[in-house]
C-alpha cells in the first residue's frame, strides 16, 4: 500500500483502569474510505477520537500525515489542521448564523480574509445542498441540514482527512439519507481520507473500501464490505450483525 496517512502501532488506552484500546494496530492509506462498526462502548470513538488527539494513548504509536502525535502542542495544532471532525451532536455555534459557524475557523485559524473566507463556505454550503441557509440560525434549521452546515464547517477547514463519528445516529429517520447522500458524493468526489463510525450498512457497501469491526477495544475483524457482510469469520462479528441487520 502507499505510504499510510495514518499509522497505529500497538495502540493502547485506559480510562484509569478500565482498559479501552488493545494492541489496536492501523494503517489507512491516502484516500483510504474506511467504516468502523462494534457495539456501544467497544471503543470506536476513542479509536477516532486518538487521532486527532481529542483523547490521549498511553501505549504504542500513532503518526498522522508523517507527524507522530505526542505532547509537542505544535504537532498536535499541525495534525488538527489536517484532520477534520464530524460529531453525533452536531456542535454549532448557536449564536453565530450558518455562514458565520463556517467562517470563523478560516478567519481565525488559517488567517484568511473575510471575503474569501465567505467564498469558500458558499463554495461548500452548495456542496451540501444548502446555499440558501447561509444567514439563518443553526436552532432555526432541521438536523439534517444542521449535520450538513457541520460537514461543510469541517471542509471549510480544507482537511485532508475527515473522521466521523455517528453522524446520522441522532437524527430522524427521515433526514438520515439526505445527510448520507451528501457524504457518499464527498467520498466519490473528493479522494479525501475517511473513517466513518457508523452502522448505516448501504453507505458502508457503497462507499468503503475496508469495513472495521471493533469489540471490547479490539479490532476484531476487517474486509472489504462485501466480504465483511456477507461472509463474516469471527463469531463476535457474526452475532453484531445478526443484531443489526
Ligand atoms: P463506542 O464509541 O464504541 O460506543 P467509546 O469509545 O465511547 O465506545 O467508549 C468505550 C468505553 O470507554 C465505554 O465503556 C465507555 O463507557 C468508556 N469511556 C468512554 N469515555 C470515557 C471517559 N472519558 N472516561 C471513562 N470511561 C470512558
Ligand atoms: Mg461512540
Redesign the pocket.
Given at each position: 500500500m502507499a505510504e499510510a496517512i495514518i499509522r497505529m502501532v500497538d495502540v493502547n488506552k485506559w480510562?484509569?483502569q478500565?482498559h479501552?484500546l488493545r494492541n489496536i494496530n492501523l494503517d489507512v492509506a491516502p484516500s483510504e474510505r474506511i467504516v468502523i462498526c462494534?457495539?456501544?462502548?467497544?471503543?470506536?470513538?476513542?479509536?477516532i477520537?486518538c487521532i486527532n488527539r481529542l483523547e490521549e494513548h498511553q501505549q504504542g504509536s500513532i503518526i498522522v500525515d508523517g507527524i507522530e502525535l505526542t505532547n509537542d502542542l505544535k504537532q498536535i495544532e499541525a495534525i488538527r489542521r489536517d484532520v477534520g471532525m464530524v460529531f453525533q451532536h452536531f456542535n454549532l455555534f448557536p449564536h453565530l448564523t450558518v455562514l458565520e459557524n463556517l467562517t470563523l475557523g478560516p478567519v481565525w485559524v488559517l488567517k484568511k480574509s473575510k471575503a474569501e473566507a465567505e467564498a469558500t463556505a458558499m463554495k461548500y454550503l452548495e456542496r451540501v445542498r444548502i446555499p440558501e441557509q447561509a444567514s439563518k440560525y443553526p436552532g432555526q434549521l432541521s438536523g439534517g441540514q444542521q449535520q450538513r452546515v457541520a460537514i461543510a464547517r469541517s471542509l471549510c477547514m480544507n482537511p485532508k482527512i475527515m473522521l466521523f463519528?455517528e453522524p446520522t445516529s441522532a437524527l430522524d429517520p427521515e433526514m438520515v439519507k439526505e445527510v448520507l447522500d451528501v457524504m457518499v458524493s464527498l467520498a466519490e468526489e473528493s479522494g479525501m481520507t475517511m473513517l466513518c463510525?457508523t452502522h448505516e450498512m448501504g453507505f458502508a457497501r457503497k462507499v468503503a473500501d475496508r469495513v472495521i469491526f471493533?469489540d471490547q477495544?479490539e479490532i476484531i475483524e476487517q474486509n472489504t464490505p462485501d466480504a465483511f457482510f456477507d461472509a463474516p469469520q469471527n463469531e463476535r462479528t457474526k452475532l453484531f450483525l445478526s443484531q443489526i441487520l
Open positions: 480510562y484509569g478500565f479501552v462494534g457495539p456501544s462502548g467497544s471503543g470506536k470513538s476513542t479509536m477520537r463519528d463510525v471493533m477495544g
